[in-house]
C-alpha cells in the first residue's frame, strides 16, 4: 500500500510531520494530477489543499476514477473538504469539522476556504484569512465575552461578501471597528495571539485518520461511466520519460497519426482487431472479411442492399464507385468509437507503445516544442494558437495527398474524429513541418 497527501497552505509542515511515516507528500491537487498519480489498488490518497484558480481544480470524476479503481480518498480541511462532502455518498472519506460543515449545509460557499498564499519554497506563507478560520475565531470570541452573537455574525457576513482575497484579521479588526464594536482592543488580542486555525486542525485530524487505515481496497457503489472527458482527461496524463524529459503520449501520437505515412494501415488492422476480437475467444484474425461478419452479426452494418444509403455520408466521390465490399471497409474504419464519442486512441497507444516509433516521434515533438519557443523569443507576438486553419489544413492535405473536402474524412482514416480535432493536433506541428518537412517521416512497420 502506498499512501500520498496533497498539502500546502492548510499543513505546511506536513512533510515534516509524516517523516516518520511512508507517505509520499505534494503539492496542492490540481487538475489531472489525481491522474497523473496513478495510484494503484489499494492505495490511499489524502486531499488537504487544492489548487482553484491558477490551476483548475481537481475534477470530481478524477476522483471517482480512483475510487472505482480501489483506491481509497480521504479529504479534509480545505479542497479536500470541499470534495468529500460532494462525493462522500460514492465512498470518498470525509474528516474534520471544515467537511461536517459542508456536509451538512452549515457552508455551502466553496470560497470559505480559499485564500492566498505564498509559493512552496516560502512555506505557503499565508497573505489572506480563510473565511472559516475567521468564523471559528469570531465563535472563539464569543465564548469568551468579547462579542455576542449579534455582532460575530454581523461581522462574518460582512467578510463573506468580500472577495476571499480581501479576507484578513487586520480587515476584521478594521471593519469591527467601523461597526462600533466594545471591546476593539480584546478582539485585536485573540486575532494576533490565538486565532483558530480550523483548517490546521482538521489537516492534523486528515494525517491521524491516514496512519489507522489498513491495506485492502474497498469495493466501489458505482459504475463510473467513462465519460469522452474522462477518456481525454486520462489520456492527457499519460507521458514517456525521455532524456528531453516527460512527453505527453497524446502527443506522440498525434506525431504519429499525422505524420506516419502508414498509419492508416496501422489503424486499420487495429480496429479489425477490436471488432473480431468482440465476437470470439479465438485469437482474432484481423481481415476484412472476420470484422464484417462480425459488424453484420452486431447489425451495424444492414444485411440488405437497399438499407446502406448512409454509407455516402462516409466515402469521398471517388469512393462511391468502389465495390460495396470497400465502402463498408471504409465505414468501418471510420465510424469506430470505443464508446459514445470516445476515438481509439488508448488502442492506438497501448499498440504502438514499446515500437521505435514511439521514441523518434517523441523526439519530434520535443523539436516542434523547441522550434515554437525559438519563434516566440524571436517574435514576442507569436502564438501557435493564432496559426491560420486553413494554412494548417492545406499543409495536411499535401502531406496526406487529400482534396480539402475530403479531408476531413481522411483524418477518420487516421483516428482524428473531427475538423476542429486534426487541427488542434497539428497545431503545435505546424512549423516544423512547414521548415523541416524532411524530418516528420515516419513509419510504424
Request: aromatic share 6%.
Amino acid at each position: 500500500m502506498t499512501t500520498y497527501l496533497f498539502a500546502g497552505p492548510s499543513l505546511p509542515d506536513a512533510a515534516g510531520l509524516l517523516a516518520g511515516d511512508d507517505v509520499t507528500v505534494l503539492p496542492p491537487v490540481g487538475a489531472g494530477d489525481l491522474l497523473k498519480l496513478a495510484p494503484k489498488q489499494g492505495d490511499v490518497v489524502g486531499i488537504i489543499d487544492g489548487y482553484f484558480r491558477q490551476t483548475r481544480a481537481v475534477r470530481h470524476k478524477e476522483i471517482l476514477a480512483l475510487i472505482e479503481s480501489g483506491v481509497t480518498v480521504v479529504g479534509a480541511a480545505s479542497m479536500g473538504a470541499l470534495r468529500a462532502a460532494e462525493l462522500d455518498t460514492f465512498g470518498m472519506r470525509g474528516v474534520g469539522r471544515v467537511y461536517r460543515d459542508y456536509r451538512h449545509g452549515r457552508l455551502t460557499a466553496d470560497d470559505e476556504v480559499a485564500l492566498l498564499h505564498g509559493p512552496p519554497e516560502d512555506g505557503y506563507r499565508p497573505i489572506t484569512e480563510a473565511l472559516v478560520n475567521i468564523r471559528a475565531t469570531l465563535r472563539l470570541c464569543v465564548r469568551d465575552g468579547i462579542l455576542d452573537e449579534g455582532a460575530a455574525a454581523d461581522l462574518a457576513a460582512e467578510l463573506a461578501r468580500r472577495p476571499y482575497r480581501l479576507r484578513s484579521y487586520p480587515a476584521l479588526i478594521e471593519l469591527a471597528r467601523a461597526l462600533g464594536a466594545e471591546k476593539l482592543e480584546a478582539l485585536r488580542q485573540v486575532c494576533t495571539t490565538r486565532p483558530v486555525n480550523l483548517k490546521r486542525d482538521d489537516a492534523l485530524e486528515l494525517i491521524a485518520e491516514l496512519r489507522t487505515i489498513r491495506p485492502g481496497p474497498e469495493p466501489a457503489s458505482f459504475t463510473l461511466a467513462r465519460s469522452i472527458y474522462l477518456h481525454r482527461w486520462q489520456l492527457g496524463a499519460r507521458d514517456l520519460d525521455t532524456e528531453d524529459g516527460p512527453i505527453p503520449e497524446l502527443s506522440i501520437l498525434r506525431m504519429c497519426q499525422l505524420f506516419a505515412e502508414d498509419y492508416p494501415d496501422f489503424y486499420r488492422n487495429l480496429v479489425y482487431t477490436h471488432i473480431v476480437q468482440e465476437c470470439t475467444d479465438q485469437p482474432p484474425q484481423p481481415t476484412l472479411d472476420a470484422a464484417l461478419a462480425h459488424a453484420r452479426h452486431r447489425t451495424i452494418i444492414p444485411e440488405t442492399p437497399d438499407e446502406l444509403d448512409f454509407l455516402d455520408l462516409w466515402l469521398t466521390p471517388a469512393e462511391r464507385d468502389q465495390p460495396l465490399r470497400e465502402q463498408l471497409a471504409a465505414f468501418l474504419i471510420r465510424s469506430f468509437q470505443l464508446a459514445p464519442g470516445a476515438p481509439a486512441d488508448a488502442l492506438a497507444l497501448d499498440a504502438l507503445r514499446g515500437r521505435p516509433i514511439m521514441s523518434a516521434a517523441a523526439n519530434l515533438v520535443h523539436a516542434a516544442r523547441t522550434v515554437n519557443q525559438h519563434a516566440q523569443q524571436t517574435q514576442s507576438t507569436f502564438d501557435i494558437h493564432t496559426l491560420s486553419a486553413d494554412r494548417i489544413l492545406n499543409l495536411i492535405g499535401e502531406r496526406w495527398g487529400a482534396d480539402p473536402e475530403t479531408l476531413e474524412l481522411h483524418a477518420l482514416d487516421r483516428g482524428i474524429p473531427s475538423r476542429d480535432t486534426l487541427i488542434a493536433a497539428a497545431r503545435p506541428f505546424y512549423l516544423l513541418a512547414t521548415y523541416n518537412p524532411h524530418l516528420m517521416d515516419l513509419r510504424i512497420g
